[in-house]
């Protein structure tokens, strides 16, 4: 397996295993520069497939979070949709909602292969004191928000509302760069409060344990959420999460159990929040999330399998169902675990 470059594509692989194609529709590209990025990604497919490559899609999201080129995205997905060969969902919610938006994909040969666990992708040293390092007392009640800022996953919210909490031995931490003109918005939410910790830059590997180690309760307040590799990281970690009730994240509570994963209805409120503090202490939590299911031996397998069913398919209809055994698990961190099973196929993943 190699990982994507254009120079790659001189040779000839079997599968071509794709990730957010959306990702030039987002900001960060002016108008002309994501026209010319999708048509020249639509075009190596089309190179791809006239040499033979199967092309499958890994479903992470549905649009671009940002919606910038609405009638650009539109025509990319149309054209995207018609080159691909089959296509992955990290849920079953998650293919319903992807069959339901692209009815297109009910002629592909589709799978569930849910998203893998982090642990082991970061150090983590139990025996530091993770909140010396970050200068947070020992007793303080810790509020965590990780990943990269942008608008849509609301961040001065959840500013706003963990301002409303009384009590002051609370601290939210914010870790993760900003993207998006969000600086401004993230920096007045948080006012003077001092509880309010700003690390608002690229958190490197080695430090992530920090976070997360210091954190009582991961919550991530996004207005739209359809898979969170963060939840999963958190989960990684040993720590719970609060999310909203969208998307997968239900599955994830009913695959995990709800003293891990907490969703809320609606806009998260200050006493949403509260009351979410108060059920992240131990209390008869197990040490670890039951994730067993979330083996990355097993998911390798299953792609790989579902590999094999694309490369066998015809192109005629293909009748799709959505597993009853399967939660949530992704491809997202798979390039180790895909290297140890893929045996005689050749597979560009990007």
């Known amino acids: ?14 599968v071509w295993h794709m990730h957010w194609p959306e990702t030039f529709l987002n900001p960060g590209t002016t108008g002309v520069g994501a026209a010319f990025k999708t048509q020249l990604i639509l075009s190596l497919m089309d190179f791809a497939r006239c040499r033979g490559t199967k092309i499958i899609w890994t479903v992470h999201n549905l649009k671009a979070h940002d919606g910038r080129y609405p009638r650009l995205e539109r025509r990319f997905w149309r054209a995207f949709l018609r080159r691909i060969d089959g296509f992955i969902c990290l849920s079953k919610s998650g293919m319903r909602l992807a069959l339901h938006t692209f009815p297109q994909l009910g002629h592909l040969p589709g ?3 849910p998203h ?3 642990r082991g992708e970061y150090p983590m040293d139990r025996n530091l004191d993770h909140r010396r390092t970050l200068d947070i007392a020992a007793d303080a009640k810790v509020v965590l928000f990780f990943g990269m800022i ?11 509302v ?5 009590d002051s031995d609370a601290v939210l931490c914010i870790a993760g760069k900003l993207l998006n003109d969000c600086g401004p918005s993230v920096r007045d939410a948080a006012g003077n409060d001092p509880r309010v910790r700003l690390h608002t830059q690229h958190v490197p590997a080695q430090e992530v344990q920090n976070y997360f180690g210091a954190a009582d309760l991961v919550v991530l307040p996004y207005r739209e959420i359809l898979n969170s590799g963060t939840a999963l990281l958190a989960l990684s970690f040993d720590k719970p999460v609060l999310v909203p009730r969208q998307g997968a994240m239900a599955e994830l509570q009913s695959l995990v ?3 891990w994963v907490r969703t809320y209805q609606g806009e998260l409120s200050t006493a949403e929040l509260t009351d979410a503090l108060v059920w992240s202490r131990p209390k008869h939590r197990g040490e670890f999330p039951p994730m067993g299911s979330l083996d990355c031996s097993r998911l390798a397998q299953e792609t790989v399998e579902a590999y094999k069913i694309v490369l066998s398919h015809s192109g005629g209809d293909y009748k799709q169902s959505i597993p009853a055994n399967h939660a949530e698990r992704s491809t997202e961190s798979s390039r180790e675990y895909h290297k140890n099973a893929i045996r005689n196929l050749q597979v560009l993943d990007d």
């Open 1 to 14: 397996m190699d990982e994507f470059s254009i120079g790659n594509l001189r040779d000839r692989y079997d």
């Open 150 to 160: 942008r608008k849509y996953k609301n961040v001065p919210g959840l500013i706003r």
């Open 257 to 259: 159990g709800d003293d």
């Open 162 to 166: 963990f301002r409303g909490l009384s």
């Open 116 to 118: 893998g666990l982090y």
């Open 111 to 113: 799978f569930v292969i």
